[in-house]
């Protein structure tokens, strides 16, 4: 199985940027695919961005030429670079690892964006 922690959330004003890190743990051979997800209050959970083993990347058009996601397979980390923070950015990120077994979550971090 495989454990997933996030790290590097806070607080910032609307333009600024923060670098999410998602270290996971356990069976990292049976991880096919890891993403950031988002959830604000009373809003459904989404996708924010994917990286496959092959390193392909997915990206919502909500986040698409601000946010990007990466990887350093040796530290079996993934990141979110998110620049150009909006308020509607604001929600709670969590990580995601998609194994041949299941899906794991962290325990997500808050992001908050507003003046």
């Known amino acids: 199985q495989v454990q997933v922690v996030e790290s590097g959330g806070g607080s910032v004003q609307p333009g600024g940027s923060l670098r999410l890190s998602c270290a996971a743990s356990g069976s990292i051979f049976s991880i096919r695919v890891m993403g950031w997800y988002r959830q604000a209050p009373g809003k459904q959970r989404e996708l924010v961005a994917l990286?496959?083993?092959?390193?392909?990347?997915t990206h919502a058009n909500s986040v698409k030429g601000r946010f990007t996601i990466s990887r350093d397979n040796a530290k079996n980390t993934v990141f979110l670079q998110m620049n150009s923070l909006k308020p509607e950015d604001t929600a709670v990120y969590y990580c995601?690892?998609?194994?041949?077994?299941?899906?794991?979550w962290g325990q997500g971090t808050q992001v908050t964006v507003s003046s």
């Open positions: 990286i496959t083993i092959y390193g392909r990347t």
């Open positions: 995601n690892a998609e194994t041949t077994g299941g899906d794991y």
